[in-house]
């Protein structure tokens, strides 16, 4: 199943309309990641362990999102736990890899931090990252989620990555989720 098929279950972290396939990369097109890390904690409710990769210090991530449980890593220059340097892509594509490897490839992982990994390392090079974590991926049941603000890329740059991701257009998804809760409100009453 994919996008725009209907999904069972209840509560209100669930992402209606969506039931995301094992071995694929999202890509979640929203100004701000909100409706990714909804689809990561669905996920983590689903019993896959996570790792989330930010642009955002750890703590404030756990804290803000409600992730008490998943592994983060901060995309920083600024040394410290936890932190990968931004520029090292190679070396970040190790370690998505090895945490999927490590949960025998039943695994969610969050890249929220796409843009800047383009900004330390150009599109190509980011685009080189994406298509290997793809690859390695669709042989694994992991889930890859990648949200990304359309506004921050190209055209062609977005069109590319659309290429061998599959799209999740967070408009239609979140206005799909909202009549779903305001159903289950309605059902209460």
Known sequence: MGVGETMTGGGADRVANLEMARGLCYL?????????????????????????????????????????????????????????????IGTLAKTVSRFIEDQKGEAVVLLDGLEYLVVNNGFLQTLMFVEHVNEFVMQRKAVVLIPVAPDALEEKELALLERNLEVVESPIVKMDLEMKEVGKLLDTY
């Open 28 to 88: 979640v097109e929203e100004k701000k990641p909100d409706l990714a890390y909804r689809m990561f904690r669905q996920l983590l409710g689903e019993g896959l362990p996570g790792l989330v990769i930010t642009r955002q210090y750890p703590d404030r991530v756990r804290r803000e999102k409600g992730l008490p449980d998943a592994k983060i890593l901060w995309l920083s220059h600024t040394p410290g736990e936890d932190y990968h340097n931004p520029t090292a």
